[in-house]
């Protein structure tokens, strides 16, 4: 109906507020009221309040006085979303630069119209609005391709493919040649014969060819009025009723924005991306530092050489968990029945006393070299070597004069021959040395004698421990520090002998005496499943003289590493705080580089998003887009992040193995360095970007495409 008040413009009033120049009145009490249909020009020279005037109306901006009625409903109380309704469905706006997105084809920049009202029929609505304005083989072109008139052209059918009430016009032929100004006006024209086109212009001549009413403004007033509307003569029209209860840019339109966004500004994206990339790699190594468990590192290491078992002895006790002395002292049988109550294995085998000079009369070692030398004797069964992993090539002794030889001794032999006393042999295989007497001569000249009725191979590491054997010169001190600690519980230099050895035969060397100190140490099968069974055990009231007073003392853990993992232990002390604070200062790092990666495509992409805010998107729209971009950036780095920070890992235990000659399992990288550098990532992004953003969703869609801050 052309005779019903559509728009009611009453008292309107819009002041700026300036830091420099003070108050400034854009629109000073301006009242009008508008038809339904029709060409409406505002005319007026630059500052006199048209195109302020042009901005309230579509609600881009606010206004400080007055009201702004529209079928019937007063703008002024709409609600955010009541808002973004009404530009999306009501409004449809013509820009003066045509404001079209540079990034998209002709047809996904009036398409976004529809994006946002998630409409239906998306092809053939635009390319029917595309042939409307003549423009219907330039669909897949970008706007840079375009002359002038054209883009004009594209951002008119913006405007009317989701069929607004209202087409505002802010000067839009003021670039224009005049042939090319005509056809736009001549376009708007049709337009306006089923919607209420408004113009805003300075060219009275286009205006009194094309208008069907022209008003004109001057400082901010209405000065005259072609035709003007009373309210006594016209109703007003019925309520605005919005629809679209489902607006809103569809998700792949949000990750498509996104993605776009990600790239805006690719130098900085790239500086960004690898600031903090190195930051979070950083962090994950810094936060696999920090976590640095000594038992977990031994359990690792102990898996990754398959080492086969776990000695305990007893040593020293400081409250200082992370570094364990190296002094200890020999079991009782009490001790090894209370340690047998806490140790999570089926079998819990003894190594009984000293037996350093088992071999000496029969191995032909030169003088000085104690390599080989016998460290005590364990009474082997036949379910030993399966339950430690070991291999037995022989047979198990079954009499106390038979005896059952390591690998590793059996390499004395083969290094430096047998002798039995008048004649020496040259051992090659294990054949060689079994059947052959071993002599044992103990204090007060009593001998013994065994017979070698098998080799038990313990998996000895002759790659790393060769070197010592065949007496380098070169190789680090640790290399033998670790060998001696190593020899004084291993499996490796003990001899096995039949059950019931200790009981029926040493024993009896000892008459009366009871519970003495003559456990080495106890050791058990290690599967790598037990983490409770790496854990020192303090012994129960327990106290040791070790000659400078008393000390508490706890059953320590020892195997073929573990001596390595106490030293590590002692330099994690101070390594653990330090890297702490490096992941710190990484996250506030990659923090200040998001938010100076952001800031800058915030303003680069600000226009963009007035656009979309003017086309009816809204401030959920824009967190979305920006969800999108920066959710694809932190997969992306954590991707990376993780990807870098495991190998980083793997350089650092690499270089511990350069450095000591021995590989150990220092740091590792789990889950919860994953997840720990995925939340930094999204907290850094977060801390990065919320306070550009939060201005962003602040600023009217206005100052936004006018790049304002």
């Not at 990750?255 to 500004?265: D, H, Q, S, V, Y």
Request: proline content about 2%; glycine content about 8%.
């Amino acid at each position: 109906m052309a005779n019903e008040n559509f728009i009611e413009v009453k008292n309107l009033t819009k002041i700026y507020k300036l830091k420099k120049a003070g108050n400034v009145v854009a629109l000073n009490d301006v009242s009008f009221a508008l038809p339904d249909r029709g060409m409406v020009f505002f005319l007026g020279k630059s500052g006199c309040g048209k195109s302020t005037l042009l901005n309230v109306l579509g609600g881009l901006d606010s206004f400080d006085g007055g009201e702004i009625i529209v079928g019937g409903r007063s703008i002024k109380n709409f609600t955010s979303k009541e808002s973004d309704t009404y530009r999306n469905e009501y409004i449809g706006f013509v820009f003066q630069e045509n404001n079209l997105l540079d990034g998209y084809t002709v047809a996904q920049n009036i398409g976004f119209a529809l994006d946002i009202k998630k409409q239906s029929g998306y092809d053939d609505k635009v390319n029917s609005v595309l042939e409307s304005v003549d423009l219907k083989d330039f669909a897949d072109r970008k706007p840079n391709s375009l002359s002038g008139g054209q883009k004009q052209r594209v951002a008119i059918a913006r405007a009317l493919v989701k069929e607004p009430e209202i087409i505002l016009a802010d000067e839009p032929t003021g670039a224009l040649d005049s042939d090319t100004s005509e056809e736009i006006f001549t376009l708007l024209k049709q337009i306006s014969k089923e919607k209420l086109v408004i113009i805003v212009s300075h060219d009275k001549r286009n205006a009194q060819e094309f208008a069907d009413r022209i008003i004109e403004l001057k400082d901010g007033k209405v000065l005259s009025d072609s035709s003007p509307l009373s309210a006594d003569t016209y109703s007003s029209a019925a309520n605005l009723n919005f629809n679209s209860n489902k607006s809103g840019l569809p998700a792949k339109r949000v990750l498509g924005m996104g993605l776009g966004f990600l790239i805006a500004k690719p130098i900085r994206f790239a500086f960004c991306v690898l600031i903090c990339l190195i930051a979070f790699t950083c962090f994950g190594v810094s936060d696999a530092f920090s976590c640095y468990d000594k038992q977990v590192a031994l359990l690792q290491t102990m898996k990754s050489y398959s080492i086969p078992y776990i000695s305990y002895r007893i040593g020293d006790f400081t409250y200082d968990s992370d570094y364990t002395s190296s002094s200890y002292a020999d079991l009782k049988m009490s001790d090894y029945e209370a340690l047998k109550k806490e140790v999570t294995s089926d079998r819990l085998d003894i190594a009984y006393f000293y037996m350093g000079d088992f071999i000496d009369n029969n191995m032909l070692c030169p003088e000085g070299v104690s390599f080989f030398g016998c460290n005590g004797f364990i009474e082997i069964d036949k379910s030993l070597a399966d339950d430690y992993g070991y291999t037995l090539y022989g047979k198990l002794p079954t009499s106390y004069d038979e005896v059952v030889l390591t690998d590793y001794i059996f390499n004395g032999f083969k290094k430096f021959w047998y002798t039995d006393g008048e004649n020496t042999k040259q051992i090659k295989t294990y054949d060689d040395l079994i059947g052959r007497t071993i002599t044992w001569k103990r204090r007060y000249d009593q001998i013994f004698e065994f017979k070698v009725v098998g080799i038990l191979d313990t998996k000895f590491d002759y790659d790393y421990y060769g070197g010592l054997l065949d007496g380098e010169e070169d190789l680090p001190d640790l290399v033998y520090s670790k060998f001696l600690y190593l020899m004084n519980s291993c499996m490796h230099n003990i001899i096995y002998l039949a059950p019931g050895y200790y009981k029926n035969v040493i024993s009896l060397f000892y008459p009366g005496e009871k519970d003495r100190k003559d456990i080495r140490f106890a050791v058990c099968p290690f599967k790598g499943s037990d983490k409770v069974m790496l854990n020192n055990i303090r012994v129960e009231n327990k106290v040791y003289d070790w000659g400078d007073g008393e000390h508490y003392s706890s059953f320590r853990i020892v195997s073929d590493i573990s001596y390595l993992i106490q030293e590590v232990n002692y330099e994690m002390r101070f390594l653990k705080p330090l890297f702490f604070w490096i992941s710190v200062g990484t996250i506030i790092l990659s923090a200040l580089f998001v938010l100076y990666y952001s800031s800058g495509v915030i303003a680069e992409k600000k226009r963009d998003l007035g656009v979309l805010r003017a086309m009816g998107a809204s401030r959920a729209d824009v967190i979305k887009i920006f969800l999108a971009e920066n959710g694809i950036f932190v997969v992306g780095l954590v991707l990376l992040a993780t990807l870098f920070s495991a190998v980083g890992v793997v350089i650092v235990n690499t270089n511990f193995i350069k450095l000591f000659g021995f590989s150990v399992a220092l740091i590792s990288y789990s889950i919860r360095q994953i997840a720990l550098t995925a939340a930094i990532a999204v907290g850094a992004v977060v801390v990065g970007i919320i306070i550009p953003l939060i201005k962003l969703l602040c600023a009217k869609p206005v100052d936004l495409i006018a790049g304002r801050k």
